[in-house]
């Protein structure tokens, strides 16, 4: 691990762009054209569990009233949303993402700060927020190094990043059945109840990127060498990842 190397989450897809430059283009352009129908397709191949995950998520790293939150890739706000239930406070939770369609949509849904912008090169002071969260986002970064570092520039001391993520499972039959699942059945059932060719490839490209993204241990190493004090992450059924990791200082957790 090289820290001030680039770290790029998954090799070029040249069935989707041709190389490397054109990435950020083609992932903005499809998350613009499909916002719309994010969060259905999101219930779809979560079954309608995904804002009960969000929510323990943000809970398990200690997420309570009085703390500021900055939801990176905010998309439609199914992170946001449960941020501010639990702090019960609007204006404590930010959201950042690049592209303009996502944030119509949320904007739509919640009235909290929102900024367009690029998670490697996060627009905000630093030590501003006492949490960072970003869900189901990390294969779309240019590099992961850079953006680890960013998250840690913007935590305060003691504040805590929390990343949620989908890696392939190690078992071969998990994982076939996964494809399957993902790669295959979810993009034609979301193309068939929308009619939108777009939120097909969108879905394609999900397990694509799932697939061939780096692995799970490169992602704590990534998150250590950007500084975190403490950098983990808690597995569900191989395949639910919530990576989490510490900026060292600032009081210790209070016990409940
Ligand atoms: C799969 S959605 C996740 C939405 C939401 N966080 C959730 O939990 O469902 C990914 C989001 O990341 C945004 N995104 C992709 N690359 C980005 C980047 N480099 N900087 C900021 N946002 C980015 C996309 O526009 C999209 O809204």
Known sequence: ??????????????????????????????????????DHVNRLLSFGS???YRRRALL??????????????????????????????PQAVIGLDVSAGMLAEVRRLLNIPLIQGLMERLPVADACCDLVSMGYALRHVADLNATFREFHRVLRPGGVLLILEIARPAAPFKRA???????????????L?????????????????????????TIIQAIRAAGFAEAGCDVEFDLFRAYFGRKAGGAEPADD
């Open 50 to 52: 995904g804002s009960w």
């Open 193 to 217: 109840t929308t009619g939108q060719r777009d939120l097909q490839t969108l879905m394609r490209y999900y397990w694509d990127t799932i697939e061939t993204c780096v692995p799970p241990e």
């Open 177 to 191: 059945l996964l494809k399957f699942y993902l790669g295959r059945l979810i993009p034609l059932l979301s193309r």
């Open 60 to 89: 398990r790293v200690g997420l309570r009233p009085g703390m500021t939150v900055l939801d990176v890739a905010i998309g439609t706000g199914l992170v946001a949303r449960q941020a501010v239930a639990i702090t019960g406070d």
């Open 1 to 38: 691990m090289k820290p001030d190397q680039p770290l790029e989450p998954h090799p070029v897809l040249p069935e989707y762009y041709p190389d490397l430059a054109q990435r950020p283009a083609f992932v903005r352009g499809l998350f613009d054209h499909t916002a719309r129908h994010y």
